[in-house]
């Protein structure tokens, strides 16, 4: 895995970029971080978050002239965030005396600050902290410069306890000191840098405006241009950069490394708020807002954040989790020896259904990723062997003697198509098959020919490579045999894993030839209310518009979710979720149902299941097309894991049987095995099938490897089958054998050998 490259799309990702009033504030106060504290009532952590970014915060939080209010989203929806307002009540009921911090060790340098209003306040505030010694020359006979103006908010109590750290013994206050053109000569001749902070000695420098720096001499300035020429925050923001500057020529480093971002910008981040409230601002009773005034403000606010992909996707909700630390998460599990449990079971929860591309304005898609990273996972043998073992035993089965085959049409030597519907249609709706296949030998004379057997999704999710290739490989001779037809597919994913794995193999969805053909029609058809649901993997694929063709020549009253067609959603079933996690899958069913208010349509066999599984009322189209009792389709049970694949037995048999007169393949039970319901539904939840069951029975009974429970009168066998051990409980009555209890794991049971015992 090329893991520069999984960085760098980690960059493209803009959730933890600024939201615009961050971004424009000059010196970059963690507005939503403050706004969030001040909802929850903590007033005392929204002022030591003001602290963070803002010297002298008690001061300059009350005459703060808030720049950030004109950048703020919120004005579309309402009014502007009161910042500005909040900043005071953060320091009417927040503030607390500082705590004295350590100094770092003094540098032996001298800096002189001429003018000691807010910008050169600031610069010697952040100087003294980096251990520099500041002489600072006033003109007056105070320190402060305009802050004395501001009567309204600020008492000469709270200016001169602010200022109380020009009483450090690294600082100089030298008062009534008029500096002219000549003394500013004598004083850059004596000091190892010199900060200008008064206006009327800057004109002659050339001041860099990134590092205010005239030229490369000690000289620095804090000069502010435009429109925000006499704003309190960005003359305080010019004091601090200078700073910066000066302690990086001080010290000999990059006076310009790091800085991209330094002063007020743009932001890429763009919040969308077309489905925002609109909510006015509050009104002030007083001077200051009232805490209670100051909480329904700091609520007003959109905590603006880029949640584009995370908004609709509810294993990005789930797990609380946006692309750029998601793939932080990656790259460490890549890097270390082990990997981590929580970042495996993340990567495994992801349903790759590539929405989340879909929705970023950058393109981050986390499914080319999560691709790429399970692919790592199993080539580095650490993918958890139990995440996807059901679904690949499951295409084994499929791809096997019970399942795979492949015909002509009877009669036909050539035929130009070869339906082949899959694994998980037959498995859910096996009367269809011949339906369509009759359905499509009647209308196309071409000749119709049947391959049965599956894609290979389960591989490819999984990042089974290794096992893609073979499957592609049983595919491509298959179809080399029957003379390179062109697929009809009826399933979507196999649409996608043709598109990816098999370029030289022709294919079309069944929706689209249908769309061109006479359709059939179910008989005694009510007109239904539906919303339609695009499987995820027919996204950007023309069997949508199919669909919908076809739905429009039928009697049915059809509307769009919300997320629809290129936006659509994953009913819980892609990415081996299912049987990865289920609960995550579980999430998925229910976020799409809540989103539908009419019974739902779909064009996916899985869909369908899962939909019908919770309890919605859902219907294929092939309902519509081919189902004698519409009404019944539409609540049709999930068959279970070991229904499937007797289903997928039963097609291969009837259809070999019924079209080409060929003899029955179901074997002969040896034994007559019923299971109870308890049982049942511990193997759906253990995936453990029928086989698995009949095996561990057929050894207990020819081996004796049993024990009797004389108290149940039941036996208890065990049978390691691959990589699983099974444990069967059963009872025998009569002729039959009554399983009433099972159990799997994966540790392997070794029975000591020891002669003396």
Same mark, same amino acid.
């Given at each position: ?126 100087l003294v902290k980096k251990g520099h010694k500041i002489d600072i020359y006033e003109m007056g006979s105070k320190a402060g410069g305009r802050l004395w103006e501001f009567e309204e908010y600020l008492t000469a109590d709270v200016i001169n306890e602010e200022l109380s750290f020009l009483e450090d013994n690294n600082i100089s206050l030298i008062l009534d000191t008029f ?320 598109? #990816? ?7 079309? @969805?069944?929706? %689209?030839?249908?769309? +061109?053909?006479?359709?059939? *029609?179910? !008989? ?106 519409? #009404? ?7 068959? @279970?894991?070991? %229904?499937?694949?007797? +289903?997928?037995?039963?097609? *291969?048999? !009837? ?86 209890n099972v159990y799997s794991h994966r540790m392997e049971v070794v029975e000591a050998k020891n002669e003396n015992y």
């Open positions: 895995m090329d893991l520069d490259k999984l960085l760098e799309t980690g960059d493209k990702c803009i959730n933890e970029a600024p939201p615009a009033c961050t971004a424009w504030c000059p010196l970059h106060v963690e507005v939503k971080a403050f706004v969030e504290e001040i909802e929850r009532g903590s007033f005392d952590k929204a002022y030591k978050l003001m602290e963070k970014r803002i010297p002298i915060a008690r001061i300059i939080g009350m005459i703060c002239d808030h720049p950030c209010e004109d950048v703020c989203v919120r004005g579309k929806k309402g009014g502007n965030i009161l910042i500005g307002e909040l900043e005071k009540a953060a320091v009417k009921y927040g503030y607390s005396k500082p705590k004295k911090g350590y100094p770092l060790p003094s540098s032996n340098k001298t800096i002189a600050v001429i003018g000691s209003g807010l910008t050169g306040l600031t610069a010697s505030y952040d500096v002219d053109e000549e003394k500013l000569n004598t004083i850059i001749g004596r000091y190892d840098a010199v900060f200008i902070a008064a206006q009327n000695l800057i004109d002659p420098f050339q001041i860099d405006s990134e590092t205010f720096q005239a030229g490369d001499s000690k000289v620095f300035a804090g000069k502010i241009d435009g429109k925000y020429e006499n704003s309190i925050v960005f003359s305080v923001s010019a004091g601090r950069r200078a700073a910066i500057s000066i302690d990086r020529f001080i010290k000999g480093t990059s006076m310009g490394a790091g800085r991209d971002n330094e002063g007020s910008y743009e932001t890429v981040l763009k919040y969308k708020t077309d489905d925002e409230e609109t909510i006015e601002t509050t009104k002030k009773t007083g001077d200051v807002f009232t805490k209670e005034e100051a909480v329904n403000e700091a609520k007003r606010c959109f905590k603006c954040q880029c949640r584009d992909c995370i908004r609709p996707c509810v294993h990005l909700q789930r797990f609380d989790i946006a692309p750029k630390s998601y793939i932080r998460n990656i790259n460490h599990n890549e890097r270390i020896i082990k990997g981590s449990h929580y970042a495996n079971k993340m990567i495994l929860s992801c349903t790759l259904c590539g929405l989340c591309g879909k929705m970023c304005d950058y393109r981050v898609d986390m499914k080319d990723v999560i691709y790429e990273t399970r692919e790592s996972m199993v080539e580095r043998n650490k993918m958890p062997q139990s995440a996807h073992d059901f679904a690949l035993k499951d295409m084994k089965f499929s791809n096997g003697e019970k399942f795979f085959a492949y015909r002509k049409e009877p009669n036909k030597d050539k035929i130009k198509y070869v339906f082949y519907p899959g694994c998980q249609l037959p498995g859910s709706n096996p009367l269809y098959i011949e339906k369509i296949y009759r359905y499509l030998t009647a209308n196309i004379d071409s000749g119709v020919g049947l391959m049965l057997g599956c894609c290979g999704a389960p591989a490819d999710l999984g990042g089974q490579k290794g096992l893609m290739e073979e499957n592609v490989s049983l595919i491509k001779k298959a179809w080399t045999d029957l003379g390179k037809p062109t697929f009809i597919l009826a399933c979507s994913s196999c649409m996608q894993n043709f598109n #990816k794995y098999m370029e030289d193999i022709d294919f079309v @969805s069944i929706w %689209e030839l249908m769309e +061109n053909l006479e359709l059939p *029609k179910a !008989s005694g058809q009510e007109r239904l209310r539906l919303n339609i649901h695009d499987p995820c993997t027919s996204r950007e694929t023309k069997m949508q518009d199919s669909v919908r063709n076809i739905l429009s020549k039928l009697n049915h009253d059809v509307s769009e979710l919300k997320y629809s067609k290129e936006l659509t959603k994953c009913c819980g079933y892609g990415g081996l979720v299912y049987f990865a996690n289920r609960d995550q899958a579980q999430d998925f069913i229910n976020d799409r149902i809540e989103e539908s208010k009419d019974d739902l349509l779909v064009y996916c066999a899985m869909c369908k299941d899962l939909f019908t599984s919770r309890g919605k009322r859902t219907y294929h189209m092939l309902d519509l097309l081919f189902s004698d009792d519409l #009404k019944s389709a539409g609540l049709k049970k999930m068959p @279970s894991l070991s %229904e499937r694949q007797h +289903n997928r037995m039963y097609v *291969k048999n !009837s259809m070999l049987k019924n079209i080409w007169g060929e003899e029955s393949l179901y074997e002969d039970e040896k034994y007559n095995i019923i299971i109870s319901d308890e049982a049942k539904a511990k193997m759906e939840e253990m995936y453990i099938v029928y086989w698995d069951i009949k095996k561990c029975v057929e050894n207990s009974i020819e081996h004796k490897e049993r024990f009797f429970d004389p108290s149940k009168k039941s036996y208890l066998t065990r049978l390691r089958i691959d990589n699983v051990t099974y444990w069967v409980q059963y009872q025998l009555k009569g002729e039959d054998i009554v399983v009433t």
